[in-house]
């Protein structure tokens, strides 16, 4: 059975960091590229970032570009977001999703991790 | 980038009747498209893709159409766990982009 279990969220400051993990289980990790989408309160679907099984390559939204940085230990099965300069607007639950077939096609999803950026 | 849009907004349905969500495209994907349903305080779960397959696990009463711009999903009889948020996708083009998503309500 697939799972993914996202941790780390939390209350940071404008500017401020934080990391968040997704543990994976239940499938070849190294085998699938894996994705952060995000929420924000009320709000629709924002994919944030993805990372290729093949060779670990990353890509990113623009909204996100040069403040967050996504990446993998294949060996304990987790994905990470690191996410610096933060701002009001990246409030937001944050998910991981695994791919199945297609880099952009999620079919499963963790439940979810929420981040508040606010003073 | 591409756009996604849905209609409508909300939707009001009665339990056993037949639903249809609309989903257009800002440019041609193809077939490259995917249906979610989210229930609140749930992470969205994937019901179809490439259009018209149902994901593992998805009942038989819900069916994907269309390709190109212009996509449809029905679910044909309605369930009282049916009533939830569903969002188109595309992953035909980088990067991907979701609908603002369809509010199905009971009427």
């Known amino acids: 059975e697939v799972q993914l279990l996202e941790s780390g969220g939390g209350l940071v400051q404008p500017g401020g960091s934080l990391r968040l993990s997704c543990a994976a289980s239940?499938?070849?990790?190294?085998?699938?590229?894996m994705a952060w989408v995000r929420q924000a309160p009320g709000k629709g679907l924002e994919w944030v970032s993805g990372?290729?099984?093949?060779?670990?390559?990353?890509n990113y939204a623009d909204s996100v570009k040069g403040r967050f940085t996504m990446s993998r230990d294949t060996s304990k099965n987790t994905l990470y977001l690191q996410m610096d300069s933060l701002r009001a607007e990246d409030t937001a639950v944050y998910y991981c999703?695994?791919?199945?077939?297609?880099?952009?096609?999620?079919?499963?999803w963790g439940q979810g991790t929420l981040v508040t950026v606010s003073p | 980038e591409i756009v996604m849009t849905q209609s409508p907004a909300t939707l009001s349905v009665s339990p056993g009747e037949r639903a249809t969500l609309s989903c257009r495209a800002s440019?041609?994907?193809?077939?490259?498209l995917a249906w979610y349903q989210q229930k609140p305080g749930q992470a969205p779960r994937l019901l179809i893709y490439?259009?018209?397959t149902r994901a593992t696990g998805i009942a038989a009463r819900f069916s994907g159409s269309g390709s190109g711009t212009e996509f449809t999903l029905t679910i044909s009889s309605l369930q009282s766990e049916d009533f939830a948020i569903y969002y188109c996708?595309?992953?035909?083009?980088?990067?991907?982009?979701f609908g603002q998503g369809t509010r199905l309500e009971i009427k």
């Open positions: 999703a695994k791919t199945g077939g297609r880099y952009f096609l999620f079919d499963y």
């Open positions: 239940g499938f070849d990790f190294s085998n699938y590229a």
């Open positions: 990372i290729a099984g093949s060779n670990g390559a990353t």
């Open positions: 440019q041609y994907v193809s077939t490259n």
């Open positions: 490439g259009a018209s």
């Open positions: 996708q595309q992953y035909n083009h980088w990067p991907t982009a």
